[in-house]
């Protein structure tokens, strides 16, 4: 008789490469050259790192609503940690050093998912002052309003996929808004 230990194993909650293929569309969208070109993000490890947190907080924002959603919250913020633990080592940063560094991304991460969450809940001013503080470093009001135009919009249009799609990696961040010519 063969017995079924399966009961065992953690649950499946996405195809096998899912986390990964999220999260390589989370820094792949995080990378587009248009946010650091016309949107005023400085092209600086720290802009990267603020505008990764930026996609991986309107994703996980998303699958707070999504049944199962916990779980993969979960895994792609352990990538995230995964991914920063690799990049600081990359960088020849030394093992005593690494989980200082760790404890400081984490408290960014948390830091600015507070400040977004209670921005978006109150107005896009708001959205676009906490932007301003945390991605382009106080300066440039126009373009983080532009940043925080973009951010609703990609949390409207992850609003309005479906749960499957989540799950599966089978959705898009919508473009990055061109610069506005005025006449």
């Known amino acids: ?69 916990t779980e993969l919250s979960q895994a792609l913020f352990d990538r995230f940690c995964e991914d920063m633990d690799d990049n600081l080592r ?11 560094r760790m404890r400081a991304f984490g408290e960014a991460f948390y830091g600015r998912v507070q400040a977004y969450d209670q921005a978006l809940a109150s107005d896009a001013e708001a959205l676009a002052s906490a932007i301003c503080k945390n991605i382009l470093n106080g300066a440039g009001m126009d373009q983080a309003r532009r ?17 499957p799609a989540l799950l599966c990696a089978s959705f898009t961040f919508p473009p990055v808004p061109p610069e506005e010519v005025t006449p």
């Open 1 to 69: 008789m063969l017995w079924p230990f399966n009961h065992f194993r953690k649950p499946r909650l996405a195809p096998p490469g899912t986390i990964e293929a999220i999260y390589g569309m989370i820094v792949t969208q995080a990378r587009e050259p248009m946010f650091y070109r016309d949107l005023g993000v400085p092209d600086t490890v720290n802009g990267r790192f603020d505008l990764l947190l930026l996609h991986l907080w309107l994703l996980l924002r998303r699958l707070r609503t999504a049944q199962g959603g």
């Open 90 to 100: 990359e960088m020849g940063v030394g093992d005593q050093i690494v989980p200082k």
């Open 147 to 163: 940043l925080a135009a973009y951010a609703r919009a990609a949390e409207a249009d992850l609003g309005r996929t479906g749960e």
